[in-house]
């Protein structure tokens, strides 16, 4: 790309966020009844049974030398609120059933929740539950328009990077920041994303779960700077996300009029990764519909959009790695009825039976799926059973997706006292339900368990 060329797109690129900036407050403040409070109650109510895991416990045991006066959703750690922020992060994506957005290509609430949560702690003075929501849709608006403009590179996951830009929104929403300097803020951190390539995640890498809370904190520092007068918005984005990370299409970057990416997003029902759900959804079909059990079935074969390609691999040795294996999710979907927290944890029984079964499952990039990519994720599924029969289905998105089947409020919460009992999961309601009247946000959340 040449010097001038290099100019051109920088300068689309600042627009382009000034405008996001501006239209997604503007968007957020004017919102009429939305999806933000079943957002958070899927959140926080994931991030307390995330908590619990052994890893994530092992995680914040070893931060017993940080200081500070908050503490994690769980109780299990306390710090500053930028460690806690990062802590919290990291426990809503380890059991991957955190709320996602496929135009996002990713998951904004666990990148923009936690950033307002320690933005509001460091506030200079009390912030109001309402004001407190308008950031997390703002900032969640912010974060899926720049998912939805990047075109990634294949090498790189979808964590860590383009959510950092939500996180800022949000941050410098609760600090009152001019339009001006949030667009700096916005900008500003895309210079500080992690790198986040595929093969960390398919090797079963803990420090994959990392890139989520380090995306928070670099979105709460782009805000610091932004709000000191170091940083202002060059469209730096265009050489960051769009020049490291993959392409950027500024034009992308538009708020749509109308409609609030907040309430399209989708609630997880499997602990796998989302590009797996439709074809687990499918098999319990087929299964259910046709009363068979693994071992009625001979062999799997599943189509998919080229999004699931990295998901190929068949040999997980922890439960991450199992988590974005396509052939061991389903064929986990063959042997158990549900994709639990437990299903697959190498040390458990579900996973030795789906191991033992996996070479039935075959699975492949189909191109006509592909291009149904971002409104759909479809799959198509054939079981082929012991008469020679073979029996096919398809979906074209996963249950819980906005546009097919999604999961009320009730549903979720529901989701949520599976995970981690009713009583846990009424406090997280409880205090979500009091935030729009909150005059501060930051003793509302003290009632988080």
């Known amino acids: 790309m040449t010097h001038s060329e290099t100019f051109r797109s920088a300068e689309r690129s600042r627009q382009a966020v000034d405008r996001l900036v501006a239209d997604a407050l503007t968007a957020a403040e004017a919102r009429g009844p939305s999806r933000v409070e079943t957002v958070l109650v899927d959140l926080w109510g994931v991030g307390l049974a995330g908590s619990r895991t052994s890893e994530v416990a092992a995680l914040m045991a070893s931060r017993r030398r940080d200081s500070g006066p908050w503490r994690t959703v769980g109780g299990a750690a306390t710090g500053d609120a930028d460690t806690v922020a990062l802590l919290d992060a990291v426990a809503s994506c380890c059991f991957e059933l955190d709320e996602g957005n496929k135009y ?112 928070v904190r670099s979105g709460l520092d782009a805000a610091r700077l932004a709000e000191a007068g170091l940083v202002d918005n060059v469209g730096i984005a265009s050489s960051t996300l769009g020049g490291v990370v993959g392409t950027l299409h500024a034009d992308r970057l538009a708020v749509e009029p109308g409609v609030l990416s907040v309430d399209r997003g989708y609630a997880k029902r499997h602990a796998s990764c989302s590009y797996t759900h439709a074809a687990v959804d499918v098999v319990q079909h087929l299964r ?23 998901l190929f691999g ?91 089947f999604p999961l009320d409020r009730d549903a979720v919460v529901a989701k949520i006292a599976g995970l981690v009992g009713v009583a846990d999961a009424r406090r997280v309601v409880e205090v979500v339900d009091g935030l729009a009247g909150a005059a501060d946000v930051v003793e509302a959340l003290q009632g988080l368990p």
């Open 104 to 215: 996002a290509a990713g998951h904004p609430a666990a990148h923009v929740v936690p950033a307002a949560v320690a933005a509001a702690r460091l506030a200079d003075g009390p912030v109001t539950g309402a004001a407190f929501l308008t950031a997390v849709v703002a900032g969640y608006e912010v974060a899926t328009r720049f998912g939805h403009a990047l075109a990634r590179d294949p090498r790189w996951h979808t964590h860590g990077h383009w959510g950092a830009t939500g996180a800022a929104m949000a941050a410098a929403v609760v600090w009152g920041l001019s339009a001006e300097r949030t667009a700096a803020a916005v900008d500003a951190s895309t210079s500080l994303v992690s790198i986040a390539p595929w093969e960390v995640v398919l090797q079963g890498h803990f420090g994959r779960n990392l890139w989520m809370g380090t995306a």
């Open 288 to 310: 259910r519909e046709h009363e068979l059990s693994a071992d009625d079935v001979t062999a799997v074969r599943v189509r998919i959009h080229g999004l699931a390609e990295p």
């Open 314 to 404: 068949r040999t997980p040795t922890t439960r991450l790695q199992a988590m974005f294996s396509l052939p061991v999710v389903v064929a986990a979907a063959l042997v158990a009825d549900e994709i639990g927290v437990d299903t697959l944890d190498p040390d458990g029984a579900t996973f030795a039976r789906a191991t033992a079964v996996v070479d039935r499952v075959e699975v492949e990039v189909a191109d006509h799926l592909t291009a149904l990519l971002p409104d759909r994720r479809a799959v198509e599924v054939e079981l082929t059973v012991r008469s020679g029969e073979v029996l096919a289905a398809g979906a074209p998105n996963p249950v819980g997706d906005s546009d097919h």
